[in-house]
Nanobody, 118 residues
Framework: QVQLAESGGGLVQPGSSLRLSCVSS????????MGWYRQAPGKERELVAA???????YVADSVKGRFTLSGDEAKNTMYLQMNNLKPEDTAIYFC????????????WGQGTQVTVSS
C-alpha cells in the first residue's frame, strides 16, 4: 500500500513563505501524476498544482506566480513552495498521486494545516 506523508505546514503571517513536502513510500516515477490539493473550512477541495507525467503541469490561477511545484525523484519527494502567502491560502493541504492514466488520484496523504494570519 502506497503511503504519502506531508509535512511543512504551520501558522505564518501574510507575505511569508512555506515549503510543503510530500514523501512517498513508492518511487514517484511510478505515478502518472502527482499534485497538491487544499480544502478550506466550509469549501470544497480544490486542485492547487499538479504535474502529470510527460505533460504540461497545472497551477491554479489563484496561486499562479506564488506557488511552485517541484520534485526530487531520488528522495521520492514532491514539494510545494508557497511564497507571498495570503489569508485566503489558509487550508488543509493534501498531497495526492494517481497511478492510472486519467481520473482522480487514488493515493492521498493525511494533510497538513497551513494558516495565514496576522
Amino acid at each position: 500500500q502506497v503511503q504519502l506523508a506531508e509535512s511543512g505546514g504551520g501558522l505564518v503571517q501574510p507575505g511569508s513563505s512555506l515549503r510543503l513536502s510530500c514523501v512517498s513510500s513508492a518511487p514517484v516515477n511510478t505515478f502518472n501524476a502527482m499534485g497538491w490539493y487544499r480544502q478550506a473550512p466550509g469549501k470544497e477541495r480544490e486542485l492547487v498544482a499538479a504535474q502529470p507525467r510527460n505533460r504540461v503541469g497545472y497551477v491554479a490561477d489563484s496561486v499562479k506566480g506564488r506557488f511552485t511545484l517541484s520534485g526530487d525523484e531520488a528522495k521520492n519527494t514532491m514539494y510545494l513552495q508557497m511564497n507571498n502567502l495570503k489569508p485566503e491560502d489558509t487550508a488543509i493541504y493534501f498531497c495526492a498521486a494517481r497511478s492510472s492514466l486519467s481520473g482522480d488520484p487514488n493515493y492521498w496523504g493525511q494533510g497538513t494545516q497551513v494558516t495565514v494570519s496576522s
